[in-house]
């Protein structure tokens, strides 16, 4: 059998377009609000071990200190501690960056079925991983307005 050999195409005329790379959890700061020291650091664990940079605050006035609009992609905050609640902290993260993605994390039931208004998404405790993690995940799925700074 008789092979014949062909020249290869030149790379510069068949130059592959490869597009800019998607945003990874590898660049996603996360700020995780929880005054309950176990639960933070659960949090802080388990969202670092999935690839995402976590910072910890244990209170609201200490994430308002904390938070500059467009520092962090993503906050994550218990609904009930002393002083400001959860919603409140949410209200006033909006108030500054509209398009900032919050979770609120609750034991109340019924505020896990239906939420404020201020927040992309509430995750009953106890917090079940495999729901979580892709739950988070999803809210990355849509393009935001940019912060203003």
Do not use: W
Not at 24 to 42: F, G, H, I, S, Y
């Amino acid at each position: 059998m008789s092979q014949h050999k062909r020249p290869l195409p030149s790379r510069a005329k068949h130059a592959a377009v490869v597009p800019a790379p998607a945003p990874t959890k590898r660049n996603l700061r996360v700020l995780v609000v929880e005054d309950e020291p176990l639960v933070a650091d659960m949090l802080q664990q388990m969202l670092g071990f999935a690839g995402y940079h976590v910072d910890v605050a244990s209170g609201a006035d200490e994430a308002l200190k904390a938070y500059k609009p467009g520092g962090f992609d993503l906050v994550i905050t218990d609904y009930s501690m002393p002083g400001l609640k959860g919603d409140a902290l949410a209200a006033a993260i909006r108030k500054q960056a509209p398009g900032q993605r919050i979770v609120i994390l609750t034991g109340f039931e019924g505020l896990a079925s239906c939420g404020p208004a201020d927040v992309d998404l509430v995750v009953g405790k106890p917090i079940n991983l495999n729901e979580f993690l892709p739950a988070i995940a999803r809210l990355f799925e849509t393009q935001r307005p940019a912060a203003v700074v």
